[in-house]
């Protein structure tokens, strides 16, 4: 369901980093030996759910993973335009420009709604129709392929779940999050970690949780 958002959303100023990105030929966090993650956890997010993120990027994608202290959500991203929520790409901007000089990228997390307009092209000219829904819709993350930032939100991973899996779809989400991050678009293989989920949460519940081999490569 909101996935489908990541894709429309991102692509207009993401997907061209990302093609620039493949035209250098390589990507540049793996060109470091050894990447460094940190996690930007924002107001009243549980700790539990930040150390679980901790650990699945840690454990996944076998980086270095630092946790700074909880901050405030930033004001400027604040919204009523549908419901009292914020405006993910706001949330990516501010993030990409607060990434401290020791990681190589920041994963924001938030216990709050996050939402953003997602377009029926890629020129961002038309909102998706309906147009009072698309106008501020609300995903489960964002990130920038091939930028240095994105954001996860865990508001709506508890519906209809237990903990376990609940979990499960927040650290599924975060590690897809820092796939795109890593340069990675939305990959046609529905059971990889990179699927854009057909725009339903089951897609990401029955997923393997991992990236295919083909995305794999690409990022190593
Ligand atoms: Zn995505
Ligand atoms: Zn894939």
Known sequence: MKNKIIS?????FTVALFVSCNEEGEFKLFS?????????????IAQSEV???????????DFEVVVYDHIPLP???????????????????W?????????????GLTNQDISITKYEDAARTDVKDPEWQYTDFGIFGLGRVGGNACVVSSNRLHRKVGNEMFIK??????????????????????NCLMNDANEKIST???SSGELCASCWDEIH
Request: hydrophobic residues 35%; aromatic residues 8%.
């Open 8 to 12: 429309r959303a991102i692509v207009f």
């Open 32 to 44: 470091n030996e050894n990447t460094i993650v940190g996690i930007q956890p924002f107001g009243e």
């Open 51 to 61: 150390d679980s993120v901790k650990a699945a990027v840690k454990e996944y994608y």
């Open 75 to 93: 004001e400027n991203a604040y919204t009523e335009i549908r419901y009292p929520r914020y405006r993910a790409d706001t949330l990516v901007e």
């Open 95 to 107: 993030l990409s420009q607060h990434v401290p000089d020791t990681v190589d990228m920041l994963l």
């Open 169 to 190: 779809r927040l650290t599924r989400i975060s590690c897809h999050e820092v796939g795109h991050v890593l340069g990675l678009s939305h990959c046609p293989e529905s």
């Open 204 to 206: 990401i519940d029955n």
